[in-house]
Every structure is written in C-alpha cells, then in structure tokens.
C-alpha cells in the first residue's frame, strides 16, 4: 500500500513547546495553596519501627500534619504497571503500604510531613525521632537465600517466585552432544535515570473525587491502584499526567501517587506536591533487576544447539513490584532467537533489601541477551566457526510457533540484519586491519563484537492487551486524537497521528493530538510499556480512522444530490478532500463536508469514532549490534570507536523518531554495558552512589557516533507492518562491547559493567577466556 | 530572610525580593514563573537548569539568587525571538529530532547557545566537551550535536 504520511519523518507535534521551555510538566502547572510533602525514610535497612516520636518535628513553623503508619489504611496494594488480573493466581503482589513499620530497605518510608514549603517538610522529616528493632540485612540473593535468613516478607523464605519452563528432554539433548559449553555471567543493579524525577500532586476536585496529578506512565493503571490502596472504588479517582520528562520504566510503577493522595485527605483536600530529589529516585523508587545465570549448552561438531540449560537468579530487592515477570521473560526470548530442541529454564527471583526492582526498558531482555551472547561468543572462540555463521545455523525458523510465548513467530530476520550490518559496519575489512596489528606491541588494541537479540510487541499472552481510540472530525474537516497511551518522550502521538492522516487521507497538521492524558477523558489503554503503543494501541487508532472514513465517505454520499450522486464505492478521501477515485476529481473539502455534518437543519451529526480493541496477537523484531573498541592496557580504558545498531521493527512509521530511539537505547546500552552499576554499601546498605555525579550515566564525551539501519520487513499481523522499537535498542550493546573488549585482549571478562578496573583485573590474572 | 535585589531577567530590568536561601532556578521558577528551565538533580550535576549568567552558562540551582544582583540572567524564555520566532539553533533541535521527553532541552539550548557565541565553529569533540555538563538519557545525544554541527554550519554559510 503507498503511503503519504506513514513512512516519512514529520516533525513531531510538541518538538516546539519543548525548545522554546512552553511544555508543561507535573511541576510547571501552577496551583493554588500548595502545600509540601516530606518523606521520612528508615535509617536502617532491615527492621521495624518500635516506636516515632514526632513532637519536634510538629514545632518546625510551618508544618501542617505528620503522617505515620496509624494515619493511612491498612491496606496492601500491588505497584506493578501491570493490567489487572481477573484470575487471583496471576495477580500482582500486594506487599506495599502507603507508609510502613516494617523496614525492607534504607529508606523505607515510614512517615511523610505536609507543610507549607519544602524546607520545612525537609526539615521537620530530620526531626521525627525513631527506635528501630533491626535485623540482618541482605545485599545479594546469596545472602538472602542463606540458612536462617530473616524473612524480609513473611512466609516466603525470601523467595518471591521460583519457575521451571521445559522443552524436550535436556539429558537426551546433552547426550547427543559432541560437546558442552559452560559459562556463568552477572549483570548489575542499574537505574532508568529519566531526567525528569518523581513527582505528583493530589487534591480534591470540585466534584468531591480525588485528582492525582503525576508523572506517570501508565495513568488508567494508576488510577486502579489508587482505588486498591485506599479501598475505594476506583472510579472516585481521576489520574492526569501531562508533559513526562521520561520514563523508561521507572514511572511504569505506581510510587508516591498513594501518598501525595493520603497527604491530600489529611488536609482537607488540599493541593499537596511530592517532589523527589534525584538521590530518592535512584535509592528509593525502582531499579532494574541484577541478575546472575549459569548457562550450559550442547552442540554437535558443527555448531547446531542439541540442549540448553540455562539458570537464572534475580534480584527483585525489597518488594515486588513487576517480580518474577522479568527474569521469567528470558526463557521465551531464549527460544525466539535460537531454535533449541531440548531447553530447560529455570528462574527464581529473591527478595533482598536493595532498591525494588521493578520494569526497566527490555525487561528482562538486556538481561537475558546478555548471558545468551556473550555465551555465544564464547563458544564460537572455543569453536573457531564465525560468530554470525554460529548464530545462523542455530536461528528460529519462520512461522513457528515459539513453545514458550506460544506465539507464531511470523518473521526471523536475522540473517538480513547480519547481512547489512557486516556491510554497513565493513566488519570484514575492521577484522582483518585489526587482524594485521595484531603482533604490533601495543598498549592500545582493538576488537571487535557483535550480539544479536530478538524481542516482542506489547506483552500478549502474558497479559491481555487493550488499546483505546477516540476520533472526533471538527467543522474545518481536523481531526481530533485521544488515546489512552501515553507520550512519555518517544513520540508516540506524532506516530499515532501519522497513522490517523495516513489512513482517512488528511495531511498530518490536521491531526490534534494531546499532552495530557486524563483518565476521566482518555480512553482506556494500559500505556506506555512492553514497546506496545505502535503496535497494539496502533491497532486501535487504526480501527477507529477506518471506522471515521467510512463515516465520512457515508456522509459525503448522503449529502451529495439526487442524480448527482457518486457510487460510495468509487468516493476517496486524499489530501484533506472528497474525491472520485476512477478519476481523481475533487468533489468537496473534508472541511466543506465537515460543516454540512454539524450545521444541516434536518440530517447528519458530529462524525466520531470510539474504539476499543483487544490485541491478541504478537510479533517479533530483531536487531544486531556491531561494535569496534580499542582498550588502553595499562589503564583498563575503553574506547568505543564505532558502533551500530541494526534492527527489523517492520515497516518504520517514522524514521526520524525511529533512530532517535535507537540512538537514545544504545547509549543506554553503552552504560550498562561498560559503566552503570548501582552499588551498596556492605556494612550499612546504604546505596553508595545515588546521584548523577557518582552514578556513571554516560555524558556527552562518553558517547560516540551512533550509526543506526533498518531492516524493514512489513510484519503480517503489526497493523502498518509495524513491530516494536522502544526497548530492542538497548538488548545488545552491553554483549556486542564486552565481546570486543575480549577480542581485543584475549583475556576473559564476564559481568557488565566492564570497567577499567575489571579490566586491569582480569589483565594481571592473565584470565582465559 | 528576604533580600532585594535588581536583576535582569530576560531584556527586563527587575527589583524583586528573594529568600537569601533561595535558589536563582527557585526564583525563575516561583517568582517569575519561568518554568521552561528544569530541576533535575538540584546539585549542580544535569545541566536541565542551565542559564546564561552575564552570557556565562551556569547550573541555576546551585546558584544563589542573591548572587544575580546585578546580573544579566537568560533563560530558555529569554532565547526566544520578541515575536516568538525560534532562534536558528531551536530550529535545528526541532528538525534534527534532537527533542525527545524534552525535559534536558531547555539546558542543551541554553549551554548550546553559549557555546556557539564562544566557538563558532566547534569540532565534534569541542561539542561534546562543550555539552558534557548536560546530560540526556532519550537521544544519546547524537541528534543534539547534528542540531549543533547544523547551526553552526548554517551560520557559516550566510
């Protein structure tokens, strides 16, 4: 089908706003008698409250109310930006509290103050005076899992969730073997540092309901946890987010919305703000999972996997939040890369008294890719066969049905992506320059690396997934968006108004979309995770053009006249008018038409659309990452001198945003990879490096060129062609980079980050690979 | 403790009254309602509350606005032609898609601007260095310095 607005790079709808300082974030929109809130957070890390006293705290001028545990429910509510389960067996956690005795981490929130100004409440929280009971904390799943280790949640041994997923028979598959490959890998507890931080404001609206304003992505999910926390019917909420300043997970939690709503009904409905500073963020809201594997695998003499077994332990740290979900969506991504007859997964997720780890771009995905192809690498050293022809002879095959995710894997484009990647890259002249330099006595050398990754769209059938459109065609023939997900940077509603022009045929200006999404008005929509929007909530925008086009073309023929009437058949609509398709004459404006609907005395009517569209499909993109390094040896420093990323998210809506994306994913990756890692100290647990000074997030100068293609295969079942795009770019530089710091060196390095000082670790101990 | 202090702000000449304790990001945001710059870490380590002081770019929230007595204060608003029209820099960052969340933007703008009056023609290195006080976690950074490399080489070639 041709298009004229899919495809093409428009300018993104709010690009001007945010140049020019006019977008409006949670803490841009003036209020009336705001008021502050504070929270007091546990000076231990693991324990109880045996007593606060806060009389000190109370004579700080300006503080209105402290509130303890005793003033808010008692209510355990779940925080996942997950959908509501029907069957109890599959529902979130519910292991939080608006504010807790029970201390799980350093910080825990165990009182807020409301006041009049911010340094007031900061003040007054310094002086609420508490006695702990403490108990023994643990850092790391090890620890937790130890012989007589104090329950950090009641009845669960510290074990939040431990599964098994089998294909096959793993013995027969190792028998058939020639041989085994064994690794173990590690990955870090890392942060989503959007630069926005945590914010939220809550007061009681004209019609006696509670508004949360916040930055969140995921409001209709926010709405129902509200409603769960305080036990009240979901509907006496209204959730609003306007302009986000980023995400990536992070907000798809649901953190201070509870409180700032308890603080609001403490004074009488009030505007109350909670504000979090940055170090709050990062030590108190979520993180991503670190979680350590043992991967086992046979292969016959040429390459080909006979069995997989791969081990992994996660760390969900103090609560649940998205849980078991991430470290389980490894076995299912294992085997819609690799096609592996006889694979057995086994997953257990561990409380400890670190961050909660929650959603974090890829979930669990980085992860997993990860283990899998620093794996790879290490058997296509052992093996001397190329790493992509290793890959290639193990890939999924097309429409098979991937055993784990119980999804018809309509593509595997993996080969194409190598193909053009090598091309691109000139991976074969780097490996042979590099080759020749190889016996230079140099304290700076090269290598290179690659890591492959597949990932899906939206999270059906794991979850359900819904998306929600709403169409409105104004007088002047402009159309009116509404939906339910949610813009959180990525530029979901310039896409979904591409796709809104591109289908009734309007140029993309006269498409209105919107900053805010507000539960009383949006439709509904889970949001903005699982890299869903293009493709499920896609699907509902794409519903409801069709649906308002077949409307107008209707319109268009009951107005025209007797004996002047066109076929509705042979009726179009192409760049904003009615047209006659066997001839392309223009009969009216959308406009002219649009008015006719509105204004006629005796017929027609405000033409809309409203749709709600359950997805119950999925597919797969696929991506590569190349990279060139060179390491300093004396210093352990790494230089990354080219990188690129080369993914299939099927037909691309806007090139622009899309590699925009990529680039945004692979910086990310670039960090997790070689730098990011949130660390604790082991005598207190408190967080070491909670800020972005000491916290390495990369800068401006850590970041080189990003080079950035796309493979674009139109999906059969994503409703332009389109799969996901927002997390697949940050899967696979973290092993791309790590698999060329070994080439370079020829010593073996296997937990991210790698660091110099890993580096030069692994160098003096000579370390094989 | 309040004090008065005599700033411009903008193009505007102001007295205002301010907390000696208050941040100059503070009374741009609270006083004067100029939300376009942002707090992102409030310690001087993101960059998303940069201004131009005396044409010097500097992190507004670990800067007195006692200190601004007497200072020449620009902020994201203030970079904005009278009649509302982008500067060409703010241009580039819309074309190039260097815009994402859009919460670093107003910094990047301010600190680019100021490094294209020093350095009109910078490398991409001298960009980097130049930015490296600012951070972004949506774009990677690299549609920023197209914006840049654009401006400057469009500025070149008037």
């Not at chain 1, 058949?569 to 001839?583: A, P």
């Not at chain 2, 942002?38 to 509350?49: D, F, L, P, S, T």
């Not at chain 2, 009056?117 to 290195?125: I, L, M, R």
Request: proline share 4%; charged share 25%.
């Amino acid at each position: 089908m041709e298009h004229k607005v899919i495809g093409k790079s428009v300018e993104r709808w709010d690009a001007i706003a945010k140049v020019t300082g006019r977008a409006n974030y949670t803490g841009d929109i003036p209020q009336k008698e705001l008021l502050y809130g504070k929270i007091c957070r546990a000076k231990i890390t693991h324990g109880k409250v045996k007593n606060m006293d806060i009389s000190e705290a109370l004579k700080v001028p300006g503080v209105i109310k402290i509130l303890t545990p005793d003033d808010v429910p008692e209510i355990s509510f779940p925080t996942a930006g997950h959908p509501y389960s029907l069957d109890p067996k599959f529902a979130d956690i519910a292991d939080r509290r608006i504010l807790t005795r029970n201390v799980r981490l350093y910080g825990d929130e165990i009182a807020a103050v409301i006041a009049e100004s911010e340094l007031a409440a900061e003040i007054a929280a310094s002086k609420i005076k508490v006695e702990y009971e403490e108990y023994e904390f643990y850092l790391s799943p090890e620890e937790a899992l130890k012989e007589g280790a104090v329950e950090i949640h009641e009845g669960t041994k510290n074990i939040l969730a431990a599964t098994k997923a089998e294909i096959g028979d793993i013995d027969t598959g190792f028998k058939e073997a020639d041989f085994i490959v064994e690794d173990v890998c590690a990955t870090p507890i890392i942060q989503h540092c959007q630069m926005e931080n945590q914010i939220a404001y809550a007061y009681k609206d004209v019609d006696n309901r509670w508004v949360c304003v916040t930055s969140t992505q995921i409001p209709h999910i926010c709405r129902r946890i509200l409603g769960q926390a305080f036990g009240m019917p979901w509907g006496r909420f209204r959730v609003i987010k306007p302009f986000i300043g980023g995400g990536f997970g992070n907000k798809q939690d649901v953190t201070i919305e509870p409180l700032v709503v308890a603080m609001s009904m403490a004074v009488g409905g009030k505007p109350v703000m909670v504000d979090l500073h940055r170090e709050e963020v990062f030590g108190w809201t979520r993180v991503r999972h670190a979680i350590s594997y043992k991967v086992k695998m046979g292969f016959t003499k040429d390459g080909v996997i006979t069995a997989a077994d791969i081990e992994a332990t996660s760390n969900n740290g103090a609560y649940a939040s998205h849980g078991h979900a991430i470290v389980a969506k490894g076995g299912g991504i294992t085997t819609a890369i690799y096609k592996i007859p006889n694979f057995r997964y086994r997953a257990k997720t561990v409380y400890t008294n670190t961050a909660a780890a929650g959603a974090m771009r890829g979930y669990g995905v980085p992860q997993i890719t990860y283990a899998l192809e620093t794996f790879m690498n290490k058997v296509s050293i052992q093996t001397g066969i190329d790493q992509f022809e290793l890959r290639e002879k193990n890939l999924t095959k097309v429409n098979e049905e991937n055993p784990l995710l119980h999804m018809v894997q309509h593509t595997m484009s993996l080969r194409e992506c190598f193909a053009k990647g090598k091309e691109i890259f000139k991976w074969d002249d780097k490996r042979k320059s590099i080759d020749k330099d190889k016996n230079t006595a140099s304290d700076y050398v090269r290598g290179l690396g690659m890591a492959a990754f597949a990932y899906t769209s939206g999270a059906y059938p794991k979850t359900m997934e819904i998306g929600g459109c709403r169409l409105i065609l104004n007088q002047d023939g402009s159309i009116k968006l509404m939906v339910g997900a949610t813009e959180i940077g990525q530029g979901a509603d310039t896409v979904f108004s591409q796709m809104v022009a591109d289908t009734i045929g309007i140029p993309f200006e006269w498409v209105i979309a919107d900053a805010y999404t507000d539960t009383d008005i949006a439709p509904f929509d889970t949001g903005a995770y699982a890299s869903r929007q293009t493709f499920v909530s896609g699907m509902a925008v794409k519903k409801a053009a069709v649906e308002l086009k077949e409307k107008i073309l209707q319109a268009a023929y009951d107005f025209s006249k007797i004996g002047n009437k066109v076929p509705i058949e042979d009726l179009d609509i192409v760049d904003g008018n009615i047209i006659q398709k066997h001839n392309g004459q223009i009969l009216e404006t959308l406009g002219d038409l649009a008015l006719k609907t509105y204004y006629d005395l005796h017929s027609g009517s405000c033409l809309t659309a409203d749709v709600s569209n359950k997805c119950t499909k999925n597919a797969y993109p696929y991506g590569v990452t190349l990279t060139e390094v060179e390491v300093d040896k004396k210093t352990g420093k790494v230089e990354v001198l080219s990188i690129l990323n080369v993914h299939d998210s099927g037909k691309i809506i806007n090139p622009l945003l899309a590699s925009g994306q990529v680039e945004g994913g692979m910086a990310q990756g670039l960090g997790y990879g070689l730098a990011e890692e949130l660390k604790y100290d082991e005598k207190t647990g408190k967080p070491l490096n909670n800020n972005l000074l000491d916290y390495k997030m990369p800068t401006f100068m850590d970041v080189p060129d990003l080079d950035v293609a796309f493979v674009e295969i139109e999906d059969p079942v994503g409703p332009y062609g389109n799969k996901s795009l927002g997390e697949p770019p940050l899967c696979s530089p973290a092993p791309a980079l790590r698999n060329a710091i070994i080439d370079a060196l020829g010593i073996y390095v296997k937990d991210i980050p790698v660091t110099p000082q890993k580096i030069i670790e692994a160098l003096s101990e000579n370390r094989e690979v | 403790m309040l004090k008065t202090i005599n700033c411009t702000v903008n193009g505007r000449a102001m007295e205002l009254q301010v907390d000696v304790r208050e941040s100059l990001l503070d009374m741009l945001r609270n006083r004067l309602h100029l939300t376009g710059t942002k707090q992102g870490c409030g310690v001087g380590e993101c960059g998303a509350c940069a201004v131009l002081i005396d044409g010097e770019t500097l992190d507004s929230c670990i800067y007195l606005a006692v200190w601004a007595d007497g200072k020449d204060i620009v902020s994201i608003e203030g970079l904005t032609g009278a009649d509302g029209s982008l500067s060409d820099l703010q241009q580039n960052f819309v074309d190039k898609g260097a815009v994402q969340c859009g919460f670093c933007t107003p910094g990047f703008v301010v600190s680019a601007t100021a490094l294209l009056e020093k350095n009109p023609n910078p490398s991409k290195d001298e960009i980097r260095r130049g930015l490296s006080g600012n951070l972004c976690r949506c774009t990677g950074y690299q549609k920023i310095l197209d914006a840049v490399e654009s401006t400057a080489d469009q500025r070149r070639n008037k």
